[in-house]
């Protein structure tokens, strides 16, 4: 069985400041990668997703992440967080062509005004 | 289109009563997932179900939980006789295939 693990539990920065969240997993086969983002109060909903092709993904509201096949990561970065950017960061895995995702434990984010 | 809709939000229940969630999957949508959050830790999948057909439940604990996904209506997650450590969100998620999940809000079950 396949897991992730995200590097930082919580983090605090301020706005304009740039991010970086880390993201490893563990399984030998090919994998499709994702994160997601929960805003308080809303549900959960996808930032960017890798199933092949350029390993630099960009996704919604300035978000990119970059697949290193090499050390099994899946990193996700944004050069300038705003305050609106407060919120719990998802990374995901599943195997190609299976349904499971598998779940890091999460990174808080809050930005400071 | 609405998103998936999971009801309640909230949900405090008394060691040994029942506990039932609801989610309403996205129109069109046929596939139904859930997912259990543990405090500190990730979502942990649960069961995948298709309409009237539970296809994977292997992420289900054996005793007091059991899911459905009727032909009309919502799909439940209900969880007899809860226990502390039942405490919990529950999310849902849908998709139109086994491709890209949508998920709801979740359901936060505290168990006093």
């Known amino acids: 069985a396949q897991s992730v693990s995200q590097h930082n539990h919580h983090v605090i920065l301020s706005e304009a400041a740039s991010l970086e969240l880390g993201c490893n997993y563990s399984?030998?086969?090919?994998?499709?990668l994702f994160w997601y983002v929960q805003y308080p109060g809303q549900h959960l909903q996808l930032l960017l997703k890798y199933f092949s092709g350029d390993p630099l993904v960009k996704g919604i509201k300035g978000f990119e992440a970059e697949f290193i096949k090499s050390k099994f990561s899946f990193n996700l970065r944004k050069p300038s967080v705003q305050w609106s950017d407060t919120a719990e960061y998802f990374c995901a895995v599943t195997p190609v062509g299976d349904y499971k995702l598998s779940f890091g434990a999460g990174t808080t984010v809050t930005v400071r005004a | 289109n609405a998103g998936v809709m999971q009801n309640p939000r909230h949900l405090v229940r008394r060691r040994g009563q029942e506990a039932r969630l609801r989610c309403s999957p996205m129109?069109?949508?046929?596939?139904v997932y859930w997912y259990r959050q543990l405090p500190e830790e990730g979502l942990k999948f649960m069961v995948y179900l298709q309409k009237e057909n539970i296809i994977d439940e292997s992420g289900m604990p054996k005793e007091r939980f059991s899911a459905e996904f009727p032909k009309e209506g919502p799909s439940i997650l209900r969880i007899q006789q809860v226990v502390r450590g039942d405490s919990a969100a529950y999310f849902c998620?849908?998709?139109?295939?086994?491709?890209?999940?949508?998920f709801g809000q979740g359901t936060r079950l505290t168990v006093v």
């Open positions: 129109k069109g949508h046929s596939h």
């Open positions: 998620a849908s998709s139109p295939s086994k491709t890209e999940a949508f």
């Open positions: 399984y030998g086969g090919t994998v499709n």
